[in-house]
């Protein structure tokens, strides 16, 4: 990550737009966590965002990882036991595994 990178991360984090969440086990990079105010700060990034979170948590159907009823208007999200196999969580790349624990930290505890 470069400088001006950095800048507009540290930035968004200020402002309150992100928060630090913690720290990628395999990379050891800072994960951050979009907030709603990141939706006035920057509407563009949050709907550019909330599509990705939206493709990860396909793909994490996909792969076996979440139960979801696709048909349902309000679907509802379930967690299968893939979701707790850590040698199938590690093969997920970064954006998958932290979807995947904003989902479970959701359903299990009912906040991020």
């Known amino acids: 990550m470069d ?3 950095q800048k ?3 930035d968004f ?3 309150g737009a992100l928060e630090i969440v913690g720290i ?4 050891q990079q800072p994960m951050y966590k979009v907030t709603p105010k990141m ?4 509407p563009l990034f ?3 965002h909330e599509d990705n979170v939206h493709l990860e948590t396909m793909g994490l159907w996909e792969l076996g990882f ?3 009823d696709v048909t349902e208007e309000n679907p509802i999200v379930k967690l299968l036991p893939s979701a707790f196999d850590n040698k199938k969580i590690d093969k997920l790349s970064t954006e998958q595994r932290f979807v995947l ?3 479970k930290s959701i359903l299990m505890n009912g906040k991020l």
């Open 46 to 48: 949050y709907k550019e």
């Open 13 to 15: 984090v200020s402002s």
């Open 101 to 103: 624990e904003d989902i």
């Open 39 to 42: 939706k006035k700060i920057n």
């Open 8 to 10: 507009i991360i540290d």
């Open 3 to 5: 400088d001006i990178e």
């Open 24 to 27: 990628d086990e395999k990379t």
């Open 66 to 68: 979440l139960e979801i």
